[in-house]
Structure formats: structure tokens, C-alpha cells
């Protein structure tokens, strides 16, 4: 039986002429982006805005403008790491093609 199935599996590449390798799969790196910034982010950044609410309720003040500062720059790191993927996917389009 392994024998008749290696013979046509010969057979067949014979007929062919070539052992083609099968196509590569990639990695779905977009879906998992996408699944960060729709399911992730939103729930992170809610979870800051009632920790902030509760420290001004309790009349820290300062805190909240220290916390709420290094957030935005937080924030601002996050957008320029995506602006740079992008950016690093044009580059990598424009050389390879």
C-alpha cells in the first residue's frame, strides 16, 4: 500500500517535471492589529479614565494632570509606532518592486 502510494506520488511529479514547493502562509498580522486597536485599546484607555475620575474625586488634582500627561504621551508613542509601520511597509514596497 506505501509502496503503490510513493509510485504514483513519483509518477506524478515526473509528469510534472518539477517538485514545487507549496505556497508559504504568512502571518495574519493585520487581524491581530485589528484586534487590538477595536478590542484592547478602547477597554485600557476606559479603565485609565474611571482610575483618573476616582483619584479627582478624591481631590488629587495633581496626580490625575501627571497621570493623564504621561497617558497622552503614551498615547502619542502608540501613534508613531503605527505611523512607522506604515511608513517601514512603504519603503519595503518601494524597493522590492
Known sequence: ???TEFVTQVATV???GTLAAPEPKGINTEGVVTFFASNVAPI???VLGVIFIGRA???EISKVLTSS???IVG???I???ATL???GDFLISLIFT
Do not use: D, E, K
Open 44 to 46: 485600557l484607555l476606559a
Open 75 to 77: 498615547l502619542a508613542f
Open 57 to 59: 474625586s478624591r481631590g
Open 14 to 16: 515526473l509528469q510534472q
Open 69 to 71: 500627561a504621561i497617558a
Open 1 to 3: 500500500m506505501i509502496a
Open 85 to 87: 509601520f506604515f511608513v
Open 79 to 81: 501613534a508613531g509606532a
